[in-house]
Structures are given as C-alpha cells and as structure tokens.
C-alpha cells in the first residue's frame, strides 16, 4: 500500500463515514435538440416561428372555418360536409406542423391528409385509397426502363378503367378519389422522374398525391410536382401563411358569390324569352366558374398555411382583353400543364418549320388533348364519358379563337413594345381595351352557354327564342 498523502488524510478527517474514492467525469448524455430563438438547430431560416403572426393566422383560419359552417359552403360538394371536416383537420394539424422539426413536418402534413381521408371516406374506402396509391407510387419509382414504368402504368389504368366502368370492384368514392389524385398529377411525376438527376424522395412523393384539400374537392388543380418541390418553404413561413390566407379568403369570397348567383340570379334556359333574359342568363351561367376557381383558391391557400409556395390559380379570368389573355389567366395550373407536356414538345418537334406553322400546331394539339381530358376526366369523376357535340364545338371554336390570337400576337409583338406618344393615344388605348374586356367577355359566355348545354339544337333554340323579343 503506498504513503498516504496529506490531501488524502484531511479528505478521510473531514469525511470519516464515506470511503474514498477517485472522482472520474460522468459520461455526456446526448442532448435533445432545443428549439432556440425560433429555429431548431439545421434549420433553415425560413422556418423561424413566432407566436404573435402564427395566432394571427391560427385566429384568421378559425374565422374563415366558423364562415363556411354558418354559410354551409360546399356542404354537398363530392361528401356531405367533407370541406368543413378537412378544414377542422387543418386547425388542428396546423400548429403541431408548426412546432414540429423540419425533418418531421412532411410528416405531420401527411398524418393529417390521411386522418382527413379517413374523416371523409371512412375507414374501409380509406383503407383502399391508401393501397391504390401506393400501387400506384410503387410502379413510379420501380428501378426499370422508363417506357417499362410507362406501359405498366398504362396497363394499370386500362384495369382500372375497366373496374370503374363495371362498378363492381370497388365502391364509387374510392375511384373518385383516386381519380383526383392521379389522373393528370401522375403525368407530372413520370414526366419529372424521367428528367430527375437523383433519385426523388418517396416523402415528397406523398405529400405530392396525399394533399389534404384534395379529399373536398373532387376538381383539383393540376399541381405541378417540380413547383411544388421549389416552394417548399422557400420563403419565411409566416408570409407563406399569409398568402395562403389571402387566397383562402378570395376563394371563400368566390364561394359566396357562386351561392348567391346560383340561388337567386340564375334562371333556367326555358325561362329566356327576351334579350335582357339572354343576356342575365349568359352572364350568370358563366359565373357560375366562380365554384372551380373558389375551390382552386382555397386548396392552394391551404398548401401555403403547410409552408409551400405556389403560383396563383387564375388570375383576374373576367378582366381578359383577348382570347390567348384568357387562356393565359383562368386556370393557369391546367394551361401551366399543357404548355409543358403538349405544347412544348409540339413546337420542339417543328423548330425548323416556320414559326407559325409550330405555333398554330402546337395550339391545335393543347386544344383537342384538352377536350379528350375533360372527357376522360369526366369518365373517372362521373362514370361516363362527356364526348357531346357541344363539348366538341366548345373547344374546337375557342381553339381556333385562341390560335388566330397567338397569330396575331406574334405578328405585331414588336408594335406592342412601342410606348405611347400622347394622353390621347392613352385614352384611345385604354377605350380600346376596354372594349375587348367585354367583346371577350360577351364571346366566352356565349361558348359557356354552348358548353353547358344538353345539344346544339336547344342551345340555338334558346338563342333564337332570346333575340326575338315576345
């Protein structure tokens, strides 16, 4: 044994009960990461919280939830009160999202659009949702050839559209569903994992198909996957939610007017028996997109409140000053989604032609590939396809309307970049514009008309009857 020191005596005088021994330094337990002025660590900026703007935005949607229940706002869209249900989900998933890590917050997004698809469609139509989609997702992302992926998809949607139209497989709600899902977003993918450089997360995939408003509004926009991936929290969420609600409070504000245009302005085609019946009846029939565009308003104000940034859904449709104006501002996702899987490709193809051959082609090809898919649309959504003659001549009439515009356009753009010289040319520009606002406005609500009508010889009947003054 050795000498004992003087520090070990006076240690053992001091404490006499306890034995001695060697302090050693206790081992470093791993510290759970701390939330610290707003951000988690690794975080990117854009996630910084605040309460202040974030119980803004929680009392902002609460109101806007407490308005479509007192109003019953798309109460009999698609489920009963399937939208007032998804917007309860929504309230209750927004703040566990926002306290939530980065890494988790797909996640939390994804729990809350299957617990809303459950809310919706029930256990059992939800349980064959989820595995249709992941048969789906599955033969995406399968490690083969891509025209291998592309004739398998092929093969499956030809099963499905043999299941849905015998009505015997599965229940209707379910092909719904998965019709809104996957019947032009899955284009998108396909096209995006076959130009990918990397391998896509399977995460970004399901938040892709399982978006939460999508379970209220059979009509979704055609989100595209790659501007979907890029807005991902690229700017500071509580703009992001800002924004959001500004679009959900436009299209709850659209919502409305739909209600009361269609409750108490519109009259039926019988009723048209003089000019100013035509005219109310033209006028209010087209009004009646404000349902789409509201619906479209509100999914996307609900992405924003999840931190991804899209591009508006339409933008001022009623204000257009022509026919290639309009189609560049109602529905900018579906004119966003031919331009790049239809007209581009058109125009690629025909690059050394003249160029109006390649435009007026690659408009032509946009058009009719837009007939065939509203009518492929409305075999999933309704179970029959919608090839009537009015159909037909609604697209083909504004296709050859928008073609001449392009045209048009594309001779006298360098005129267009002229400035004008005097307050007179300014006036004489604006009384022109304004003019074509509404002969535009006059032409598409009359093709409306056409389209919502039974046949053409009703829809010429009722023009006759309302020109004719009894």
């Known amino acids: 044994m050795g000498a004992e020191t003087k520090e070990t005596v006076a240690l053992k005088k001091s404490a006499p009960h306890r034995r001695y021994l060697p302090t050693r330094p206790a081992p470093a337990r791993p510290s759970r990461p701390r939330l610290t002025e707003g951000l988690y660590p690794g975080e990117p900026e854009a996630c910084r919280r605040a309460w202040r703007p974030f119980l803004r935005t929680f009392l902002h949607l609460a109101l806007l939830a407490a308005v479509c229940r007192v109003y019953r706002i798309e109460e009999r869209a698609f489920q009963g009160r399937a939208f007032q249900t998804l917007i309860?989900?929504?309230l209750c998933a927004l703040p566990i999202h926002y306290l939530?890590?980065?890494s988790y917050k797909r996640g939390v997004f994804l729990a809350a659009s299957l617990a809303g698809l459950?809310?919706?469609m029930g256990p059992t139509t939800a349980a064959a949702v989820v595995a249709l989609a992941l048969v789906l997702i599955g033969c995406c992302r399968i490690p083969i050839p891509f025209a291998a992926r592309a004739a398998l998809i092929a093969a499956l949607g030809a099963t499905f559209a043999y299941l849905r139209a015998s009505g015997r497989a599965l229940p209707e709600p379910v092909w719904s569903i998965i019709a809104s899902m996957f019947m032009f977003r899955i284009l998108i993918y396909l096209y995006e994992l076959k130009h990918a450089t990397a391998r896509e997360p399977l995460s970004s995939a399901l938040s892709y198909f399982f978006i939460l408003p999508?379970?209220?509004f059979?009509?979704?926009?055609?989100v595209d996957y790659r501007t979907m991936e890029r807005g991902y929290f690229s700017q500071p969420i509580h703009d992001a939610q800002a924004r959001g609600l500004v679009m959900a409070t436009r299209g709850t504000i659209h919502l409305l007017c739909y209600r009361l245009v269609y409750h108490?302005?519109?009259?039926?085609p019988s009723q048209v028996h003089s000019p100013a019946a035509l005219a109310s009846y033209l006028v209010c029939n087209y009004l009646l997109y404000l349902q789409v565009s509201g619906q479209f308003h509100i999914a996307c104000g609900m992405l924003h409140l999840f931190g991804w940034r899209l591009p508006d859904t339409h933008h001022h449709y009623l204000l257009a000053d022509g026919f290639t104006d309009y189609w560049r501002r109602i529905n900018i996702y579906w004119k966003d989604f031919m331009i790049r899987l239809v007209f581009n490709p058109v125009v690629f193809a025909l690059k050394r032609r003249p160029r109006p051959l390649a435009l007026g082609a690659g408009t032509l090809a946009v058009f009719a590939t837009t007939w065939f898919l509203h009518a492929y649309q409305s075999f999933w959504l309704r179970g029959s396809w919608g090839f009537t003659v009015p159909d037909a001549l609604f697209w083909g009439i504004l296709g050859v309307l928008v073609l001449a515009s392009v045209l048009r356009e594309a001779k006298r753009e360098p005129e267009r970049c002229r400035a004008p010289r005097s307050a007179r040319s300014l006036i004489a520009m604006g009384t022109l514009k304004a003019s074509r606002v509404a002969l535009t406005f006059v032409a598409i609500a009359s093709l409306w008309s056409l389209w919502s009508s039974p046949s053409l010889g009703?829809?010429?009947?009722?023009?006759?009857?309302?020109?004719?003054?009894?």
């Open 100 to 102: 939530a890590p980065y």
């Open 458 to 470: 009703a829809w010429l009947e009722m023009l006759s009857r309302g020109v004719t003054s009894q």
């Open 88 to 90: 309860a989900v929504a």
């Open 214 to 216: 999508n379970f209220a």
């Open 264 to 268: 108490e302005l519109l009259i039926s």
């Open 218 to 222: 059979p009509h979704f926009p055609v």
């Open 118 to 120: 459950g809310l919706v």
